[in-house]
């Protein structure tokens, strides 16, 4: 090849080279490929999340609806609610029926009566061996009683002790409704129900056992 053709070709080459890395230079970074994530006040945040008071500085959660397909709405004292999942379903032996409200603290479904005792007790027991029988640890359950009743649990089991709180450490907001100091072999834990709806509770081991309320 004629060496003037030849030189000529090697600059062309060159400079072809500096256009397109130039070029490629003032192209705009591609879109970030880091996922978006979701804050913990979205609608589908756990109960847990939702009973932390995260939607302002001194909002606490008034009470929540539990539904047996494992989704709720938690109640909050700035007048909010929101829309949680939780594991108190009938698939985790918890009681449902369809014509209870199940529930904890106050929500507006329900009618506060917070009527005076009626007197009457009706007794519960802690099943012997109740640590291995889940929703059969406790005799009755599900324990139907009238607003104004007491409810007397007795730890019958004589092996083991048991705090009985309601609603169950799943929801986050342990004991919002009543909780047992910790029941020794023949101790009792007495609450008086002054309101109607439905009231899951639990021990330890995974024992379940729900009080209804009828008016």
Sequence with gaps: MNPIIKSLVIVGTVFLGLIIAAGASSLPPSAS???ITTSANNSDSSSNQSSSGGVGGGVKVTGERYFANGTGIAYFTDGTTRLFRHMITPENEYYYDNSTIFYAG?????NSINATSTGRTVNVS????GSNLGNKSFDPNPVRIKVGDTVMWTNDDQYSAYIIASPPPQTGIIGMNFMS?????GDTFSHTFTNPGGFHYSASYGMRGTVIVEE
Excluded: C, K
Aim: hydrophobic share 30%; glycine share 6%.
């Design 126 to 129: 802690i099943n012997f061996g």
């Design 33 to 35: 490929s880091t996922p």
């Design 106 to 110: 106050d929500i507006p479904e329900v």
């Design 181 to 185: 100091d910790r029941l020794e072999p």
